[in-house]
Nanobody, 116 residues
Framework: VQLVESGGGLVQAGDSLRLSCAVSGNTFSINTMGWYRQAPGKQRELVATITSGGISTNYADSVKGRFTISRDNAKNTMYLQMNSLKPEDTAVYYC??????????WGQGTQVTVSS
């Protein structure tokens, strides 16, 4: 199983970005997909998760109302639409999937930098 993130970059406060996570390999019955982020000197933290079928989503309080997680099962791709970005959103963003048996896979990360 391989996860590849894309879409990061350098933007100004108030701008938007859309991150993508393309999943390849044995992706049958992915349970949950999610985005996490890690800022310098801080622990990795949950940003948002989405269940199979995209019915249920969960967001960190810090991004509620600004970020939207979605997935396209036909393309095995997950997205994170980030609006009204703030400097405190600066971090490396990682995608994660959970397969049956609690097998967890991570992407390599994509850098998001928001300047004030």
């Amino acid at each position: 199983v391989q996860l590849v993130e894309s879409g990061g970059g350098l933007v100004q406060a108030g701008d938007s970005l859309r991150l993508s996570c393309a999943v390849s390999g044995n992706t049958f019955s992915i349970n949950t997909m999610g985005w996490y982020r890690q800022a310098p000197g801080k622990q990795r933290e949950l940003v948002a998760t989405i269940t199979s079928g995209g019915i249920s989503t969960n967001y960190a309080d810090s991004v509620k109302g600004r970020f939207t997680i979605s997935r396209d099962n036909a393309k095995n791709t997950m997205y994170l639409q980030m609006n009204s970005l703030k400097p405190e959103d600066t971090a490396v963003y990682y995608c994660q999937i959970v397969l049956p048996g609690l097998r967890i896979y991570w992407g390599q990360g994509t850098q998001v930098t928001v300047s004030s």
